[in-house]
């Protein structure tokens, strides 16, 4: 199950991979369990895609690039589908997604709207910003439809062997968008005021 | 098995608790599958414990602290064992861990060898350091052990709502130092040359 | 002339003090030289109107708040004007300053607005930003107002002494605008093209 | 006089330059006034030198490299003395300086006790830190001849324009370390038990 895919895995020509560090806390973010569906908005070289079919999960990917086609994480994924489509055209006729990752996308309140229409009601959207722009947006969009959001920002820095010693090198900063689930709203002051064994409530697909 | 546990359910008078994001990134560098054996090193509230455990994980956790009885974890494990003891003198009869996490030690250098003596061969340790000290030392340990390893820094900043704007509120940075397996450094390169459903090959647990 | 003042002897009721270092990037990036013009908006404690006026400038500081007849900057500066005003209604006949910093406003757009009619043609503005919210605004209207702006983020962590030990302790992230000078624009490429003595063209004030 | 030197002036093939934002703080932790005699060890690209020369100090500054030579910085000044030489061989027959500025070196701690013996007794001496092994080593010879330092970590990231969209970049982080000057030390409860004029105590070089 874990370590997760090694960056390495997915270097080519395609701009990416998200790192490690960041899918980890993308995916911990997320409601994730065996069986669950996930929708994600911009696949890239599709490191997040591989990481989440290994943990059982059945995603659907979209990106409006042409290199989908040859995105390495292809070849780490069996079963999840991978459509060249731009979110706002994407359609779906029920509400299916259990959780929903948006990594990168043009059009981001299009995108957030279309999350906010497919996502389960217990369900999380978390979003990756890299520019100012898509920051300022999301914010916006987030707060219009859900109302309510959290967002980070993760700056990473590797130490990296140069000649004899071990330099600090800096990784862009991420900004990490996350919408609560209604459901954890509503359990998290019972778990406190009731204490009646909270794992049960809390992990009910472990 | 995902999201993480929330942070708000290990406050207490116990420093800590690892925050989530924290825990994600550990999570995703420890070798971890359903029924493996996990030794932790400074339980203090039990967060890291609670979320090994969930993910089906056996754990032994050592504090040398009274307060390792009432950690908060303690409500959401089950099966891990809590030892209260000096982790110099904690000795193991066999190689038996699957990986090892530091959370936190005053005799970093003690405790890096028992580690050295008790993770199988393509295990992975993991180590947080918070203070300048405990960098210097783990850095140095690491090298006269293990010859090589990996350490990011890790900077997490939380927008939080103040009044009516969100203003980023900084956590401090967090070291986190990770060997690398043996095993994944050995199959690395074959994985490039065959390329012959490295699926299989690499989580062999799944 | 430095070191810069100390943050200690800024600490008191009113929320601040701009750190040190902080200070110091503003300061590298207004164009300051002795008996220069200054207008700040947003007192504060008053941390950099005396670090300026220590450097020789007259500076005019503008705070909308009571606290501003409090601030112990006051007791640092002989020659600063303070003045309780919203920075809207502040109003100058002529264009008079040399630079002017924003240091905190809740009429982000406004005080842009009036900082573009009051600055020297070759003058600098910068601005400090904590919320997302300024963020948003701040690069909004410089975008329109003066076309072109460089942001930074800043992250400043310091060693402290818990205990026995030395732990990085962070400090949330600023985020410092500066526009780039019209003078500096034309004269950049001068210096490259013909070498001649750059330093007598770039600081004629040395 | 500011703003400081901007950082294209030093692009070459020398590594570095310590970015402008770097320097500012560099300069504020510094003892600087008009008159003042700086000693600088590793050059580089000379863009600290050239600002120390700027802000009216004398400099001495010295690299083991040949490239010094070559540095752009030169351009920049007219009175700074570039000295081919390791610092360890470096002399002087009196304690002549009012602070040093350490960019670079490899022989750390030597260098650290050659500060100790140079500096005046009110001096200040800055070290910027890029590498896990410099971290430790000028962390404990700081320790032991000077007894007490303050060291931070600075992250600093600036959005750039890629094609419409600003990300932030990020900068590898710099750990500056600085020695307290005796004489603020023992001024500063001064200044609050007397409250006499703290301006003229505190900068009688203004």
Redesign the interface.
Known sequence: ??????D??FECDIPGPTK??I???V????????GCRILEVGTGTGAVTSDLE???CYVISLDQNEYITDAPGR??T?YADYIQALSPWFASRSVVFDSIFIGGSEHVEETITLAYDLIKRDG?IVINA???????RA??ALEVTFGNY??????????EK?G??????????VFIFFTLPKL?TLF?PL?FLL?VD??EQ??P??
């Open positions: 199950m874990f370590p997760l895919f090694d390495k895995l490690q560090e899918r980890a806390i995916l911990s973010k997320m409601k994730i369990f065996p290994r943990l059982g070849k780490f069996r999380v890299f520019s100012l722009d898509t920051l300022t914010s916006r959290d967002v980070i920002q993760v700056t990473v820095s590797k130490a140069l004899k010693h071990r330099s600090f090198i800096a990784r862009n900063p954890e998290l778990v204490s909270p794992l809390f992990c697909y472990l």
